[in-house]
């Protein structure tokens, strides 16, 4: 389990980090019998069902898109408590709040800013709500901010979770409980209609590496025997002493870590997780990290039926979707007595989505081609074309100013070999990585603090302040 946090960023069910503690799969029912035992029994499944009708006609499912939204849609807004809308002014959250705008009362909707504009949306959402006439709230999420989620981190997922956008989730959700008892998210869009960005990536370099020259294949060889680790802690040291931004030892040692990790990767199943998992731990830096070997429990993408996006799509609602986007929500909107719901997950439109010629999830539209179609049919395509984003706050930076005592605390090299449980070498070398300013040790540096915290909450005991209800100590 805590090599499944390190290598993902999040523990799969039916794996919990406790010992003898599963996690109920989706899609199950846990019986009892009188006697005691427990019966697992799945009540569905999407590849049951999966279909694709190749000769469907692109304005007929466009219009059969829109009325199944519009019904799942408007069903999640049934309460007796006021609702809202969380809209980062993507495609998803968009058509979400247009559907239910033009249906409905007007709608309330919430959206968070980072003080960082390379990783700012707030103003691509507030055009959006404009155009539609909802009633929006826009809060801007800084540094300190940050600090004050971070000591709580433990408490709120109670197992190692490394997703920091649940750092935003949780503020967001934080400011939409002043005012709604319900909040709709629009998770899914992506894994149904194909709108990740690792899925071209995985394409694109499918077909360089396919292209490739006696001279690219040669140098892949020579980059995978190269010891990488001492080249690269090597360059980390000259880092420390050069501009970051403009070093050739970092571009030298970028480079040489690309060649060695992409050799032998030739099916679309090996290139997308070398893709989704590229800047967190690897094989290599685990074996280091815990001492021993980690074998890899997940089934491959190129075990899932269909074309490679149907696969990596398919890998995506089994893995990623439960085990990171829709716990993380779930929790972040529970910290602050919210019910989080998922409107594009009604079974109806998984189904129907599956069932779609590629070529209309990812077409002339580019990603989420069909959804596209709909939503522009109610907001300009102007407000919406621009590059994804996504919800990830500017982890690097908080981690060298506001959060860096978080880290000099718990990534302290005598707390770590205390444990017994990390190498502190291993640890050491991925900060003097990250202190350099090597981009590859971010987020591996940020696993490390996630799990500290959690660490520190559950296996020692230290029970923090924070500012989410709980009344702890340090």
């Known amino acids: 389990s805590l090599a499944d946090f390190f290598r993902f960023s999040y523990i799969v069910e039916p794996r919990s980090i406790y010992e003898n503690v599963s996690k109920l799969p989706p899609g199950h029912i846990l019986e009892l019998t009188r006697a005691g035992e427990p019966s697992l029994q799945r009540y569905w499944n999407v590849l049951d069902g999966l279909r694709t009708d190749e000769q469907a006609s692109e304005e007929v499912m466009a219009d059969e898109l829109e009325a199944l939204m519009t019904d799942a849609f408007k069903l999640r807004m049934v309460s007796d408590v006021p609702v809202g809308v969380f809209l980062s002014g993507g495609v998803d959250s968009s058509i979400v709040t247009a559907l239910l705008q033009k249906h409905g009362p007007p709608v309330r909707t919430f959206t968070i800013g980072f003080d960082d504009p390379r990783h700012n949306e707030a103003h691509h959402a507030e055009q959006v709500a404009k155009h539609l006439g909802t009633i929006h709230t826009t809060q801007m999420v800084s540094e300190g901010e940050a600090m004050q989620v971070l000591p ?106 690309y060649l060695r990790e992409t050799r032998g990767l030739s099916t679309t199943g090996r290139m997308f997780e070398h893709v989704v998992t590229s800047l967190y731990w690897h094989d290599d830096d685990l074996r280091d990290l815990l001492g021993k070997e980690t074998p890899r429990l997940r089934r491959s993408s190129d075990d899932y039926p269909g074309g490679p996006g149907d696969q990596m799509s398919l890998w995506d609602l089994e893995h990623y979707l439960p085990g990171d986007i829709l716990a993380k929500v779930d929790r972040a909107t529970m910290a602050v007595g919210i019910e989080g719901r998922e409107p594009l997950l009604d079974h109806r439109l ?111 005991g230290i029970i923090v302040r924070g500012n989410f209800g709980w009344s702890f100590q340090w």
Request: charged content about 25%; some cysteine; overall charge positive.
């Open 152 to 257: 709580s981190w433990g408490d709120l997922f109670d197992e190692p979770f490394g997703d920091c956008s649940g750092i935003p989730t949780l503020l967001v959700s934080r400011m939409a409980a002043q005012h709604v008892k319900v909040v709709l998210s629009a998770d899914g869009g992506d894994e149904l209609f194909g709108g990740y960005n690792s899925y071209e990536a995985v394409f694109g370099r499918l077909q360089s590496m396919q292209g490739q020259s006696a001279m690219g294949r040669f140098a892949r060889n020579v980059a995978a025997a190269v010891p990488w680790e001492r080249v690269d802690g090597a360059l980390a040291g000259r880092l420390a002493s050069a501009d970051p931004g403009r070093s050739r030892s970092r571009s030298m040692s970028l480079r040489l870590r």
């Open 350 to 460: 998984v189904e129907m989505a599956l069932s779609l010629p590629y070529r209309m999830r990812r077409g002339p539209l580019g990603t989420k081609h069909l959804l596209r179609k709909v939503l522009y049919r109610h907001v300009p395509r102007s407000l919406i074309e621009r590059p994804k984003m996504g919800f990830s706050p500017p982890i690097g930076r908080w981690l060298s100013g506001a959060l860096k005592p978080l880290v000099d605390r718990y990534l302290d090299r005598r707390r770590i070999a205390q444990q017994g449980l990390l190498n502190p070498d291993t640890v050491e070398t991925v900060k003097r990585r990250f202190e350099a300013g090597d981009p590859f040790s971010v987020q591996r540096v940020w696993l490390l603090l996630a799990f500290q915290l959690w660490y520190a909450r559950w296996m020692e």
